[in-house]
Protein backbone atom coordinates (compact mmCIF):
# COMPACT_ATOMS: atom_id res chain seq x y z
CA UNK A 1 0.00 0.00 0.00
CA UNK A 2 2.63 2.67 1.05
CA UNK A 3 4.66 1.53 -2.24
CA UNK A 4 1.40 2.07 -4.05
CA UNK A 5 1.20 5.73 -2.79
CA UNK A 6 5.03 6.02 -3.36
CA UNK A 7 4.91 5.70 -6.81
CA UNK A 8 1.34 7.52 -7.69
CA UNK A 9 2.69 10.20 -6.00
CA UNK A 10 5.54 10.15 -7.86
CA UNK A 11 3.69 9.81 -11.17
CA UNK A 12 2.83 13.58 -12.40
CA UNK A 13 -0.42 13.06 -14.38
CA UNK A 14 -1.47 11.17 -10.96
CA UNK A 15 -1.15 13.97 -8.56
CA UNK A 16 -2.39 16.37 -10.67
CA UNK A 17 -5.32 13.60 -11.18
CA UNK A 18 -5.53 13.62 -7.21
CA UNK A 19 -5.54 17.23 -6.41
CA UNK A 20 -8.51 17.72 -8.80
CA UNK A 21 -10.64 14.69 -7.68
CA UNK A 22 -10.46 16.30 -4.07
CA UNK A 23 -11.10 19.52 -5.22
CA UNK A 24 -14.41 18.13 -6.83
CA UNK A 25 -15.49 15.96 -3.78
CA UNK A 26 -14.93 18.76 -1.08
CA UNK A 27 -17.05 21.19 -3.22
CA UNK A 28 -20.02 18.23 -4.11
CA UNK A 29 -19.26 17.84 -0.06
CA UNK A 30 -19.50 20.94 1.63
CA UNK A 31 -19.83 23.51 -1.06
CA UNK A 32 -23.77 23.20 -0.74
CA UNK A 33 -23.19 24.25 3.17
CA UNK A 34 -21.33 27.10 2.88
CA UNK A 35 -22.74 28.51 -0.41
CA UNK A 36 -26.58 28.53 0.48
CA UNK A 37 -27.95 30.05 -2.27
CA UNK A 38 -30.62 27.46 -4.27
CA UNK A 39 -29.66 26.94 -7.57
CA UNK A 40 -33.10 26.89 -8.59
CA UNK A 41 -34.22 30.48 -6.78
CA UNK A 42 -34.04 33.74 -8.66
CA UNK A 43 -31.39 35.48 -7.18
CA UNK A 44 -30.81 38.71 -9.21
CA UNK A 45 -31.90 40.57 -12.64
CA UNK A 46 -31.59 37.57 -15.64
CA UNK A 47 -28.35 37.48 -17.68
CA UNK A 48 -26.09 39.50 -15.19
CA UNK A 49 -22.25 39.41 -16.53
CA UNK A 50 -19.87 37.60 -14.41
CA UNK A 51 -17.48 39.24 -12.10
CA UNK A 52 -19.88 42.21 -11.47
CA UNK A 53 -21.23 41.25 -8.30
CA UNK A 54 -19.41 39.42 -5.55
CA UNK A 55 -22.37 37.80 -4.21
CA UNK A 56 -23.48 35.70 -7.71
CA UNK A 57 -19.25 35.64 -9.06
CA UNK A 58 -20.44 33.75 -12.42
CA UNK A 59 -23.72 36.13 -13.09
CA UNK A 60 -26.92 34.78 -13.76
CA UNK A 61 -28.75 32.69 -16.19
CA UNK A 62 -31.99 33.39 -18.45
CA UNK A 63 -34.50 33.03 -15.38
CA UNK A 64 -31.72 35.43 -13.00
CA UNK A 65 -30.69 31.92 -11.53
CA UNK A 66 -27.17 31.66 -9.78
CA UNK A 67 -24.77 30.24 -12.07
CA UNK A 68 -22.44 29.35 -9.48
CA UNK A 69 -24.66 28.29 -7.06
CA UNK A 70 -25.91 26.05 -9.72
CA UNK A 71 -22.10 24.56 -10.42
CA UNK A 72 -21.72 23.87 -6.93
CA UNK A 73 -24.77 22.04 -6.49
CA UNK A 74 -23.86 20.17 -10.03
CA UNK A 75 -20.67 19.05 -8.63
CA UNK A 76 -23.09 16.37 -6.41
CA UNK A 77 -24.64 15.02 -9.04
CA UNK A 78 -22.07 14.52 -11.80
CA UNK A 79 -19.74 12.79 -9.33
CA UNK A 80 -22.86 11.14 -7.88
CA UNK A 81 -23.97 9.45 -10.80
CA UNK A 82 -20.47 9.24 -12.26
CA UNK A 83 -19.67 6.87 -9.12
CA UNK A 84 -22.63 4.72 -8.32
CA UNK A 85 -23.13 4.15 -12.51
CA UNK A 86 -19.39 2.67 -12.15
CA UNK A 87 -20.40 0.99 -8.91
CA UNK A 88 -23.09 -0.65 -10.56
CA UNK A 89 -21.17 -1.53 -14.16
CA UNK A 90 -19.05 -3.25 -11.84
CA UNK A 91 -21.48 -5.09 -9.91
CA UNK A 92 -23.01 -6.42 -12.93
CA UNK A 93 -19.07 -6.79 -15.19
CA UNK A 94 -17.07 -8.31 -13.00
CA UNK A 95 -19.10 -11.43 -12.15
CA UNK A 96 -20.16 -11.89 -15.65
CA UNK A 97 -16.64 -12.21 -16.61
CA UNK A 98 -15.16 -14.43 -13.51
CA UNK A 99 -17.43 -16.80 -14.54
CA UNK A 100 -17.14 -16.56 -18.05
CA UNK A 101 -13.34 -16.81 -17.25
CA UNK A 102 -13.27 -19.65 -14.66
CA UNK A 103 -15.37 -22.10 -16.34
CA UNK A 104 -14.77 -21.42 -20.22
CA UNK A 105 -16.42 -23.33 -22.21
CA UNK A 106 -19.74 -23.32 -23.20
CA UNK A 107 -20.25 -20.63 -20.29
CA UNK A 108 -17.71 -18.92 -21.30
CA UNK A 109 -18.98 -18.69 -24.63
CA UNK A 110 -22.70 -17.89 -23.72
CA UNK A 111 -21.27 -14.77 -21.69
CA UNK A 112 -18.72 -13.39 -23.99
CA UNK A 113 -21.99 -13.76 -27.01
CA UNK A 114 -24.15 -11.77 -24.84
CA UNK A 115 -21.50 -9.21 -23.87
CA UNK A 116 -20.35 -8.77 -27.18
CA UNK A 117 -23.84 -8.15 -28.07
CA UNK A 118 -24.47 -5.20 -26.13
CA UNK A 119 -20.97 -3.67 -26.58
CA UNK A 120 -22.18 -3.79 -30.57
CA UNK A 121 -25.44 -1.63 -29.66
CA UNK A 122 -24.56 1.55 -30.04
CA UNK A 123 -24.28 2.80 -26.12
CA UNK A 124 -25.50 6.76 -26.36
CA UNK A 125 -28.14 5.71 -28.53
CA UNK A 126 -29.28 2.81 -25.90
CA UNK A 127 -28.85 5.24 -23.00
CA UNK A 128 -31.11 8.06 -24.65
CA UNK A 129 -33.64 5.04 -25.39
CA UNK A 130 -33.70 3.57 -21.99
CA UNK A 131 -33.47 6.94 -19.99
CA UNK A 132 -36.33 7.86 -22.17
CA UNK A 133 -38.53 4.64 -21.88
CA UNK A 134 -38.02 4.61 -18.15
CA UNK A 135 -38.89 8.28 -17.52
CA UNK A 136 -35.87 10.65 -16.18
CA UNK A 137 -34.67 10.74 -12.99
CA UNK A 138 -31.44 9.88 -10.98
CA UNK A 139 -32.48 6.23 -10.95
CA UNK A 140 -32.62 5.78 -14.67
CA UNK A 141 -29.85 7.49 -15.79
CA UNK A 142 -27.64 5.55 -13.76
CA UNK A 143 -28.92 2.97 -14.55
CA UNK A 144 -28.80 3.38 -18.86
CA UNK A 145 -24.89 4.38 -17.98
CA UNK A 146 -24.57 1.05 -15.87
CA UNK A 147 -26.52 -0.79 -18.94
CA UNK A 148 -23.90 0.75 -21.76
CA UNK A 149 -20.59 0.65 -19.54
CA UNK A 150 -20.26 -3.29 -17.65
CA UNK A 151 -19.28 -4.79 -21.12
CA UNK A 152 -15.32 -3.73 -21.03
CA UNK A 153 -15.72 -4.53 -17.48
CA UNK A 154 -16.69 -8.22 -18.15
CA UNK A 155 -14.37 -8.77 -20.72
CA UNK A 156 -11.20 -7.30 -19.03
CA UNK A 157 -11.66 -9.52 -16.00
CA UNK A 158 -12.79 -12.68 -18.12
CA UNK A 159 -8.79 -12.13 -19.56
CA UNK A 160 -7.44 -11.51 -16.48
CA UNK A 161 -9.12 -14.99 -14.38
CA UNK A 162 -8.33 -16.77 -18.07
CA UNK A 163 -4.55 -15.82 -17.34
CA UNK A 164 -4.44 -16.55 -13.31
CA UNK A 165 -6.36 -19.66 -13.52
CA UNK A 166 -3.81 -21.90 -14.51
CA UNK A 167 -1.52 -20.41 -11.75
CA UNK A 168 -0.08 -22.84 -9.21
CA UNK A 169 -1.59 -21.28 -6.06
CA UNK A 170 -5.33 -21.45 -8.02
CA UNK A 171 -4.17 -24.84 -9.04
CA UNK A 172 -3.19 -25.72 -5.16
CA UNK A 173 -6.43 -24.47 -4.31
CA UNK A 174 -8.62 -26.80 -6.81
CA UNK A 175 -6.63 -29.82 -4.84
CA UNK A 176 -7.20 -28.61 -1.78
CA UNK A 177 -11.19 -28.89 -2.19
CA UNK A 178 -12.01 -25.12 -2.28
CA UNK A 179 -15.00 -24.39 -3.53
CA UNK A 180 -15.41 -22.65 -6.89
CA UNK A 181 -16.77 -19.14 -5.84
CA UNK A 182 -14.16 -19.20 -2.89
CA UNK A 183 -11.26 -19.34 -5.34
CA UNK A 184 -13.04 -16.76 -7.47
CA UNK A 185 -13.65 -14.42 -4.57
CA UNK A 186 -10.41 -15.02 -2.41
CA UNK A 187 -7.59 -16.34 -4.88
CA UNK A 188 -8.08 -14.85 -8.17
CA UNK A 189 -10.05 -11.61 -7.94
CA UNK A 190 -7.80 -10.26 -5.43
CA UNK A 191 -5.35 -10.37 -8.06
CA UNK A 192 -6.94 -8.94 -10.83
CA UNK A 193 -8.04 -6.12 -9.03
CA UNK A 194 -5.41 -3.22 -10.04
CA UNK A 195 -6.43 -3.45 -13.70
CA UNK A 196 -10.05 -3.25 -12.89
CA UNK A 197 -9.25 -0.25 -10.46
CA UNK A 198 -7.85 1.59 -13.53
CA UNK A 199 -10.48 0.58 -15.45
CA UNK A 200 -12.78 2.05 -13.38
CA UNK A 201 -11.09 5.38 -13.25
CA UNK A 202 -11.62 5.88 -16.50
CA UNK A 203 -15.22 4.50 -16.27
CA UNK A 204 -16.52 7.05 -14.05
CA UNK A 205 -14.83 9.82 -16.49
CA UNK A 206 -16.94 8.42 -19.28
CA UNK A 207 -20.03 8.07 -17.11
CA UNK A 208 -19.84 12.08 -16.35
CA UNK A 209 -19.40 12.74 -19.96
CA UNK A 210 -22.72 10.24 -20.76
CA UNK A 211 -24.89 11.71 -17.79
CA UNK A 212 -23.92 15.56 -18.95
CA UNK A 213 -24.82 14.78 -21.80
CA UNK A 214 -28.20 13.50 -21.30
CA UNK A 215 -28.99 15.68 -19.54
CA UNK A 216 -27.86 18.18 -22.03
CA UNK A 217 -30.66 17.22 -24.56
CA UNK A 218 -32.97 17.48 -21.42
CA UNK A 219 -32.87 13.15 -20.27
CA UNK A 220 -31.70 14.79 -16.55
CA UNK A 221 -33.47 14.41 -13.49
CA UNK A 222 -36.31 17.49 -13.48
CA UNK A 223 -35.31 17.87 -9.57
CA UNK A 224 -31.73 17.85 -9.76
CA UNK A 225 -29.58 20.68 -11.41
CA UNK A 226 -26.57 19.70 -13.32
CA UNK A 227 -23.74 20.99 -15.57
CA UNK A 228 -24.98 19.15 -18.96
CA UNK A 229 -28.41 20.50 -17.79
CA UNK A 230 -26.82 24.04 -17.65
CA UNK A 231 -25.21 24.13 -20.78
CA UNK A 232 -28.41 22.65 -22.48
CA UNK A 233 -30.40 25.73 -20.94
CA UNK A 234 -27.71 28.27 -21.82
CA UNK A 235 -27.31 27.25 -25.28
CA UNK A 236 -30.59 28.91 -26.79
CA UNK A 237 -29.28 32.15 -25.42
CA UNK A 238 -25.36 31.85 -26.56
CA UNK A 239 -24.86 34.98 -27.82
CA UNK A 240 -26.95 36.89 -25.38
CA UNK A 241 -24.95 35.16 -22.78
CA UNK A 242 -21.90 33.01 -23.31
CA UNK A 243 -21.17 32.29 -19.45
CA UNK A 244 -24.49 30.38 -18.35
CA UNK A 245 -22.38 27.68 -21.12
CA UNK A 246 -18.98 28.28 -20.68
CA UNK A 247 -18.65 28.34 -17.22
CA UNK A 248 -20.03 24.51 -16.26
CA UNK A 249 -18.81 23.12 -19.57
CA UNK A 250 -15.22 23.99 -17.69
CA UNK A 251 -16.42 22.46 -14.89
CA UNK A 252 -16.87 18.86 -16.76
CA UNK A 253 -13.82 19.16 -18.67
CA UNK A 254 -11.57 19.95 -15.59
CA UNK A 255 -13.57 16.25 -13.47
CA UNK A 256 -13.47 14.63 -16.76
CA UNK A 257 -9.55 15.42 -17.31
CA UNK A 258 -8.64 14.80 -13.52
CA UNK A 259 -10.31 11.37 -13.54
CA UNK A 260 -8.19 10.28 -16.82
CA UNK A 261 -5.39 11.69 -15.40
CA UNK A 262 -5.87 9.53 -12.31
CA UNK A 263 -6.31 6.48 -14.25
CA UNK A 264 -2.50 7.41 -15.67
CA UNK A 265 -1.25 7.95 -12.82
CA UNK A 266 -3.03 4.59 -11.06
CA UNK A 267 -2.07 2.56 -14.12
CA UNK A 268 1.40 3.86 -13.66
CA UNK A 269 1.36 3.24 -10.10
CA UNK A 270 -0.46 -0.61 -10.77
CA UNK A 271 0.91 -1.70 -13.49
CA UNK A 272 4.69 -0.88 -13.37
CA UNK A 273 5.40 -3.21 -16.23
CA UNK A 274 2.85 -1.44 -18.59
CA UNK A 275 3.69 2.29 -17.54
CA UNK A 276 7.12 1.77 -18.69
CA UNK A 277 6.10 1.40 -22.55
CA UNK A 278 5.86 4.28 -24.58
CA UNK A 279 8.84 5.90 -22.35
CA UNK B 1 -12.11 -14.13 -47.97
CA UNK B 2 -15.67 -14.84 -48.83
CA UNK B 3 -16.28 -17.77 -46.20
CA UNK B 4 -14.66 -14.95 -43.72
CA UNK B 5 -17.47 -11.65 -45.32
CA UNK B 6 -20.27 -14.36 -45.46
CA UNK B 7 -19.55 -15.67 -41.60
CA UNK B 8 -19.46 -11.85 -40.33
CA UNK B 9 -22.69 -10.63 -42.49
CA UNK B 10 -24.81 -13.84 -40.56
CA UNK B 11 -23.50 -12.72 -37.02
CA UNK B 12 -23.97 -9.23 -38.02
CA UNK B 13 -27.68 -10.19 -39.32
CA UNK B 14 -27.69 -12.22 -35.61
CA UNK B 15 -26.97 -9.22 -33.78
CA UNK B 16 -29.24 -7.09 -35.75
CA UNK B 17 -32.56 -9.46 -34.62
CA UNK B 18 -31.39 -9.59 -30.98
CA UNK B 19 -31.32 -6.01 -30.99
CA UNK B 20 -35.20 -5.53 -33.12
CA UNK B 21 -36.53 -8.54 -30.31
CA UNK B 22 -34.93 -5.84 -27.39
CA UNK B 23 -36.00 -3.04 -29.24
CA UNK B 24 -39.71 -5.13 -28.93
CA UNK B 25 -39.05 -5.13 -25.00
CA UNK B 26 -38.26 -1.83 -24.50
CA UNK B 27 -41.51 -0.42 -25.83
CA UNK B 28 -43.14 -2.78 -23.34
CA UNK B 29 -41.13 -1.65 -20.38
CA UNK B 30 -42.45 2.31 -20.80
CA UNK B 31 -45.28 2.81 -18.65
CA UNK B 32 -48.76 2.33 -20.17
CA UNK B 33 -50.70 0.51 -22.85
CA UNK B 34 -48.23 -0.66 -25.90
CA UNK B 35 -50.34 1.10 -28.63
CA UNK B 36 -50.01 4.60 -26.46
CA UNK B 37 -46.49 4.58 -26.09
CA UNK B 38 -46.14 3.79 -29.25
CA UNK B 39 -48.55 6.48 -30.72
CA UNK B 40 -46.36 8.80 -28.90
CA UNK B 41 -48.24 11.57 -26.96
CA UNK B 42 -49.67 13.43 -29.83
CA UNK B 43 -51.11 10.70 -31.13
CA UNK B 44 -52.40 8.77 -27.92
CA UNK B 45 -55.31 10.76 -27.87
CA UNK B 46 -56.48 9.76 -31.80
CA UNK B 47 -58.61 6.78 -30.63
CA UNK B 48 -58.59 5.70 -34.47
CA UNK B 49 -54.87 5.68 -34.61
CA UNK B 50 -54.34 3.54 -31.62
CA UNK B 51 -56.97 1.19 -32.68
CA UNK B 52 -55.12 0.89 -35.90
CA UNK B 53 -52.17 0.16 -33.93
CA UNK B 54 -53.64 -2.06 -31.93
CA UNK B 55 -54.73 -4.68 -34.71
CA UNK B 56 -51.43 -4.00 -36.63
CA UNK B 57 -49.60 -5.30 -33.76
CA UNK B 58 -51.57 -7.43 -32.94
CA UNK B 59 -51.32 -6.09 -29.32
CA UNK B 60 -54.65 -8.52 -27.97
CA UNK B 61 -52.81 -11.57 -29.29
CA UNK B 62 -50.11 -13.70 -27.10
CA UNK B 63 -46.84 -12.52 -26.74
CA UNK B 64 -44.70 -14.56 -28.49
CA UNK B 65 -46.88 -13.98 -31.68
CA UNK B 66 -46.90 -9.85 -31.02
CA UNK B 67 -43.18 -10.68 -31.08
CA UNK B 68 -43.03 -12.45 -34.34
CA UNK B 69 -45.45 -10.03 -35.91
CA UNK B 70 -43.33 -7.10 -34.60
CA UNK B 71 -40.00 -8.89 -36.02
CA UNK B 72 -41.52 -9.57 -39.33
CA UNK B 73 -42.70 -5.62 -39.70
CA UNK B 74 -38.87 -4.65 -38.80
CA UNK B 75 -37.73 -7.33 -41.42
CA UNK B 76 -39.74 -5.85 -44.23
CA UNK B 77 -38.72 -2.62 -43.27
CA UNK B 78 -41.54 -1.69 -42.30
CA UNK B 79 -40.73 0.56 -38.70
CA UNK B 80 -43.61 2.22 -38.06
CA UNK B 81 -45.81 5.40 -38.40
CA UNK B 82 -44.60 8.40 -36.58
CA UNK B 83 -47.84 10.01 -36.07
CA UNK B 84 -46.16 13.28 -35.26
CA UNK B 85 -44.61 13.70 -38.04
CA UNK B 86 -47.44 12.10 -40.19
CA UNK B 87 -45.18 9.68 -42.32
CA UNK B 88 -43.29 6.61 -42.66
CA UNK B 89 -40.80 6.58 -40.09
CA UNK B 90 -38.45 4.70 -42.60
CA UNK B 91 -39.45 6.93 -45.05
CA UNK B 92 -38.19 9.51 -42.61
CA UNK B 93 -35.02 8.22 -41.80
CA UNK B 94 -34.11 7.80 -45.16
CA UNK B 95 -34.50 11.52 -46.23
CA UNK B 96 -32.41 11.67 -43.39
CA UNK B 97 -29.39 9.41 -43.57
CA UNK B 98 -27.46 10.99 -46.46
CA UNK B 99 -26.76 13.97 -44.18
CA UNK B 100 -25.90 11.47 -40.97
CA UNK B 101 -23.37 9.71 -43.44
CA UNK B 102 -21.55 12.88 -44.53
CA UNK B 103 -21.27 13.99 -41.37
CA UNK B 104 -19.85 10.72 -39.77
CA UNK B 105 -17.67 9.64 -42.32
CA UNK B 106 -16.48 13.75 -42.84
CA UNK B 107 -15.30 13.29 -39.18
CA UNK B 108 -14.31 9.90 -38.89
CA UNK B 109 -11.36 10.97 -41.96
CA UNK B 110 -10.88 14.22 -40.49
CA UNK B 111 -9.96 12.27 -36.67
CA UNK B 112 -8.03 9.33 -38.36
CA UNK B 113 -5.88 11.47 -40.28
CA UNK B 114 -4.78 13.74 -37.91
CA UNK B 115 -4.84 11.56 -34.87
CA UNK B 116 -2.28 9.45 -36.77
CA UNK B 117 0.08 12.36 -38.03
CA UNK B 118 -0.47 13.78 -34.20
CA UNK B 119 0.43 10.50 -32.78
CA UNK B 120 3.47 9.29 -35.41
CA UNK B 121 4.70 13.17 -34.83
CA UNK B 122 4.80 12.66 -30.61
CA UNK B 123 6.25 9.23 -30.89
CA UNK B 124 8.50 10.34 -33.57
CA UNK B 125 9.56 13.30 -31.01
CA UNK B 126 8.62 11.14 -27.69
CA UNK B 127 10.05 13.05 -24.20
CA UNK B 128 10.26 15.96 -26.54
CA UNK B 129 8.32 19.63 -25.89
CA UNK B 130 6.44 18.78 -29.11
CA UNK B 131 5.45 15.31 -27.64
CA UNK B 132 4.14 16.97 -24.42
CA UNK B 133 2.43 19.38 -26.19
CA UNK B 134 0.46 17.22 -28.29
CA UNK B 135 -0.14 14.70 -25.34
CA UNK B 136 -1.90 17.38 -23.31
CA UNK B 137 -3.95 18.66 -26.16
CA UNK B 138 -4.96 15.21 -26.85
CA UNK B 139 -5.78 14.55 -22.89
CA UNK B 140 -7.62 17.87 -23.16
CA UNK B 141 -9.67 17.18 -25.78
CA UNK B 142 -10.39 14.28 -25.01
CA UNK B 143 -12.06 15.21 -21.37
CA UNK B 144 -14.55 17.96 -23.37
CA UNK B 145 -18.06 17.06 -23.94
CA UNK B 146 -18.88 17.09 -27.57
CA UNK B 147 -22.11 19.56 -26.81
CA UNK B 148 -19.78 21.92 -25.24
CA UNK B 149 -17.36 21.74 -27.80
CA UNK B 150 -19.61 22.58 -30.51
CA UNK B 151 -21.04 25.57 -28.27
CA UNK B 152 -17.39 26.60 -27.68
CA UNK B 153 -16.77 26.75 -31.53
CA UNK B 154 -20.10 28.53 -32.39
CA UNK B 155 -19.35 31.15 -30.06
CA UNK B 156 -15.32 31.44 -31.56
CA UNK B 157 -16.32 30.83 -35.32
CA UNK B 158 -19.60 32.05 -35.54
CA UNK B 159 -20.33 34.73 -32.69
CA UNK B 160 -16.63 36.33 -32.67
CA UNK B 161 -15.87 36.01 -36.19
CA UNK B 162 -18.62 35.32 -37.83
CA UNK B 163 -16.19 32.77 -40.31
CA UNK B 164 -18.88 29.46 -40.03
CA UNK B 165 -22.35 29.32 -40.04
CA UNK B 166 -23.25 28.03 -36.66
CA UNK B 167 -26.27 26.04 -37.96
CA UNK B 168 -28.30 24.22 -40.86
CA UNK B 169 -26.90 22.34 -43.80
CA UNK B 170 -27.26 24.90 -46.06
CA UNK B 171 -27.88 28.28 -46.90
CA UNK B 172 -31.59 28.67 -46.84
CA UNK B 173 -33.43 30.29 -49.62
CA UNK B 174 -30.13 30.46 -51.24
CA UNK B 175 -30.85 28.05 -53.67
CA UNK B 176 -27.59 27.66 -55.45
CA UNK B 177 -26.76 24.68 -57.59
CA UNK B 178 -23.78 22.84 -58.68
CA UNK B 179 -20.01 23.85 -57.43
CA UNK B 180 -21.76 26.42 -55.51
CA UNK B 181 -24.30 24.56 -53.25
CA UNK B 182 -21.32 22.18 -52.75
CA UNK B 183 -19.03 24.75 -51.64
CA UNK B 184 -21.96 25.88 -49.09
CA UNK B 185 -22.77 22.58 -47.79
CA UNK B 186 -18.86 22.27 -47.42
CA UNK B 187 -18.91 25.42 -45.25
CA UNK B 188 -21.80 24.37 -43.27
CA UNK B 189 -20.34 20.78 -42.48
CA UNK B 190 -16.91 22.81 -41.05
CA UNK B 191 -17.87 23.08 -37.99
CA UNK B 192 -19.71 19.61 -36.84
CA UNK B 193 -17.38 17.48 -38.42
CA UNK B 194 -14.60 19.45 -36.49
CA UNK B 195 -16.67 19.27 -33.45
CA UNK B 196 -17.13 15.76 -34.20
CA UNK B 197 -14.05 14.32 -35.20
CA UNK B 198 -11.53 15.98 -32.12
CA UNK B 199 -12.73 13.84 -29.67
CA UNK B 200 -11.56 10.81 -31.46
CA UNK B 201 -8.67 12.71 -33.12
CA UNK B 202 -7.52 13.09 -29.07
CA UNK B 203 -7.68 9.04 -28.91
CA UNK B 204 -6.44 8.05 -32.00
CA UNK B 205 -3.25 10.68 -31.16
CA UNK B 206 -2.93 8.60 -27.92
CA UNK B 207 -3.53 5.45 -29.35
CA UNK B 208 -0.84 5.61 -31.99
CA UNK B 209 1.67 7.38 -30.25
CA UNK B 210 1.67 4.35 -27.41
CA UNK B 211 1.22 1.95 -30.29
CA UNK B 212 4.18 3.54 -32.36
CA UNK B 213 6.33 3.38 -29.33
CA UNK B 214 5.44 -0.12 -28.52
CA UNK B 215 6.18 -1.50 -32.10
CA UNK B 216 9.45 0.46 -32.47
CA UNK B 217 11.31 -1.60 -29.60
CA UNK B 218 10.09 -5.33 -31.50
CA UNK B 219 12.73 -7.00 -32.80
CA UNK B 220 11.83 -7.35 -36.46
CA UNK B 221 12.27 -3.16 -35.85
CA UNK B 222 15.66 -4.19 -34.99
CA UNK B 223 16.31 -6.53 -38.10
CA UNK B 224 14.98 -4.38 -41.02
CA UNK B 225 17.73 -1.75 -39.20
CA UNK B 226 20.11 -4.28 -38.97
CA UNK B 227 19.60 -4.88 -42.84
CA UNK B 228 20.12 -1.24 -43.41
CA UNK B 229 17.11 0.24 -44.11
CA UNK B 230 16.80 3.55 -44.46
CA UNK B 231 15.01 5.38 -41.05
CA UNK B 232 11.90 6.63 -43.50
CA UNK B 233 11.53 3.34 -44.82
CA UNK B 234 11.09 1.71 -41.30
CA UNK B 235 9.15 4.22 -39.56
CA UNK B 236 6.49 4.09 -42.73
CA UNK B 237 6.53 -0.11 -43.52
CA UNK B 238 7.47 -1.63 -40.70
CA UNK B 239 6.39 0.68 -37.70
CA UNK B 240 3.50 2.50 -38.51
CA UNK B 241 1.96 -0.05 -40.92
CA UNK B 242 1.90 -2.41 -37.67
CA UNK B 243 1.43 0.16 -35.06
CA UNK B 244 -2.07 1.36 -36.97
CA UNK B 245 -3.86 -2.45 -35.76
CA UNK B 246 -4.81 -1.27 -32.54
CA UNK B 247 -5.62 1.87 -34.22
CA UNK B 248 -8.30 0.25 -36.77
CA UNK B 249 -9.69 -1.87 -34.18
CA UNK B 250 -10.38 1.07 -31.97
CA UNK B 251 -11.57 2.86 -34.51
CA UNK B 252 -14.50 -0.39 -35.01
CA UNK B 253 -14.88 -0.34 -31.00
CA UNK B 254 -16.06 3.66 -31.74
CA UNK B 255 -18.24 3.28 -34.19
CA UNK B 256 -21.22 3.60 -31.76
CA UNK B 257 -19.54 6.22 -30.00
CA UNK B 258 -19.11 7.96 -33.35
CA UNK B 259 -23.24 7.80 -33.99
CA UNK B 260 -24.07 9.10 -30.38
CA UNK B 261 -21.70 12.08 -30.80
CA UNK B 262 -23.67 12.71 -34.57
CA UNK B 263 -26.63 12.98 -32.21
CA UNK B 264 -25.16 15.84 -30.54
CA UNK B 265 -23.41 17.86 -32.65
CA UNK B 266 -26.42 17.87 -34.83
CA UNK B 267 -28.61 18.77 -32.18
CA UNK B 268 -26.49 21.54 -31.87
CA UNK B 269 -25.90 22.97 -35.40
CA UNK B 270 -29.62 21.58 -36.43
CA UNK B 271 -27.60 18.95 -38.72
CA UNK B 272 -30.42 17.25 -40.50
CA UNK B 273 -29.30 14.37 -39.98
CA UNK B 274 -31.49 11.28 -38.11
CA UNK B 275 -29.50 12.22 -34.82
CA UNK B 276 -31.40 15.20 -35.08
CA UNK B 277 -34.39 13.24 -36.13
CA UNK B 278 -33.41 11.09 -32.61
CA UNK B 279 -33.48 14.18 -30.76
CA UNK B 280 -37.05 15.72 -32.11
CA UNK B 281 -38.35 12.45 -31.42
CA UNK B 282 -37.12 12.47 -28.21
CA UNK B 283 -38.33 16.41 -27.13
CA UNK B 284 -42.23 14.90 -28.73
CA UNK B 285 -42.04 11.53 -27.09
CA UNK B 286 -42.55 9.69 -30.37
CA UNK B 287 -41.31 6.45 -29.47
CA UNK B 288 -42.09 4.74 -32.83
CA UNK B 289 -39.44 7.07 -34.41
CA UNK B 290 -37.20 7.23 -31.63
CA UNK B 291 -36.60 3.23 -31.55
CA UNK B 292 -36.76 3.27 -35.93
CA UNK B 293 -33.92 5.84 -35.14
CA UNK B 294 -32.03 3.38 -32.61
CA UNK B 295 -32.33 0.10 -34.70
CA UNK B 296 -30.75 2.27 -37.97
CA UNK B 297 -27.85 3.29 -35.78
CA UNK B 298 -27.45 0.07 -34.46
CA UNK B 299 -27.41 -1.78 -37.78
CA UNK B 300 -24.86 1.06 -39.21
CA UNK B 301 -22.50 0.33 -36.37
CA UNK B 302 -22.56 -3.52 -37.25
CA UNK B 303 -21.53 -2.54 -40.65
CA UNK B 304 -18.71 -0.19 -40.27
CA UNK B 305 -17.56 -2.78 -37.67
CA UNK B 306 -17.91 -5.46 -40.25
CA UNK B 307 -15.79 -3.13 -43.07
CA UNK B 308 -13.04 -2.27 -39.70
CA UNK B 309 -12.71 -5.92 -39.38
CA UNK B 310 -12.15 -6.40 -43.46
CA UNK B 311 -9.43 -3.71 -43.13
CA UNK B 312 -7.37 -5.23 -40.37
CA UNK B 313 -7.10 -8.34 -42.05
CA UNK B 314 -5.70 -5.77 -44.99
CA UNK B 315 -3.80 -3.99 -42.97
CA UNK B 316 -2.27 -6.70 -40.95
CA UNK B 317 0.90 -8.46 -41.95
CA UNK B 318 0.19 -11.36 -40.37
CA UNK B 319 -3.14 -12.12 -41.56
CA UNK B 320 -3.66 -13.60 -45.56
CA UNK B 321 -7.02 -14.66 -47.00
CA UNK B 322 -5.16 -16.72 -49.29
CA UNK B 323 -5.61 -19.53 -46.68
Known amino acids: ?51 TLSTVPLGTDALGRDVFAGMIFGARVSLLVGLVSTLVALIVGVPIGAMAGYFGGKVD ?50 GEVLSLRTREYVQAAVVTGQSNGWIILREILPNALSSVIVLASLMVATAILLESSLSFLGLGDPNLISWGYMVGAGRTVIRQAWWITVFPGIAILISVLGLNLIGEGLNDALNPRLSREGR | MLSFVAQRVVKGVIVLLAIVVLNFFLIRLAPGDPAMVMAGEAGASDQVFVKQLREKFGLDKPLPEQLFIYV ?37 AISLALGILFGTFAARFAGTFLD ?9 FYAMPI ?8 LLFSVAFDWLPSFGYETVGANLTGLAHALDVAKHLIMPAMTLGLFFMATYTRMTRASMLEVKRLDFVKTARAKGLSDAVIQRRHVLRNALLPVVTLAGVHSGTLIGGAVITETVFAWPGIGRLMYDALLQRDYNLLLGVF ?10 NLITDLVYRLVDPRIEFAS
Do not use: H
Not at chain 1, 13 to 31: N, R
Not at chain 1, 139 to 155: F, G, H, M, Q, T
Open chain 1, 1 to 51: MKQFWKSMLKSPSGVIGLIILLLAISVAVFGPMLFPNSPWRMVQRPFLPPF
Open chain 1, 109 to 158: DALMRFTEFFQTIPSFALAIVLVAILQPSIYSIVASIAVVSWPPVARLVR
Open chain 2, 72 to 108: KGVVGLDLGFSFRQQAPVAKLIGERLPATLLLTLTAF
Open chain 2, 132 to 140: TGITVFALI
Open chain 2, 147 to 154: FWVALMGI
Open chain 2, 295 to 304: VICSAMVLIF
